[in-house]
């Protein structure tokens, strides 16, 4: 199964993802933060990468994808990014924000594990002409 790596500052929700996605057969590695999930990144190589948005920072999950897709040996992991920013701000992100930020998919915290293992999947059978590098929807 697929190797992937969840980036959150919030313990409950990496242990969730962590139980959910094991409990599909995945191997997960998780990190509390962009530099963390950097590091383990280079040395995993994932197959997808859960990013929150904020955590050490605000816009730190948007530093960190910007980061992932210059980097030439993780530029086509498929990126999911988890946001609450929706509850807290008046911000609306989802699908169509694809067009300006180099991730995926977007689902909002906290995840339903059936929408959340959908989700996965479908990014997980994405091709490497098919992951959104340039912040452009494809």
Partial sequence: MAKILCIDDDKDILDTCEVVLQGQGHTV???INGREGFEK???LKPDLIILDVMMDDSTEGFQ?????R???TLKYVPILMLTS?????PQKFGEKD????????FMEKPVKPKEFVAKVKELLA????QVNVEGRTK
């Fill in 70 to 72: 210059r980097t030439e």
């Fill in 126 to 129: 994405l091709t490497k002409d």
């Fill in 64 to 68: 960190t994808a910007q980061k992932f």
């Fill in 41 to 43: 990144a280079a040395k």
């Fill in 85 to 89: 920013v929706n509850e807290t701000s």
């Fill in 29 to 31: 590695e998780t990190a």
């Fill in 98 to 105: 694809g067009e300006f930020l180099p991730v995926d998919g």
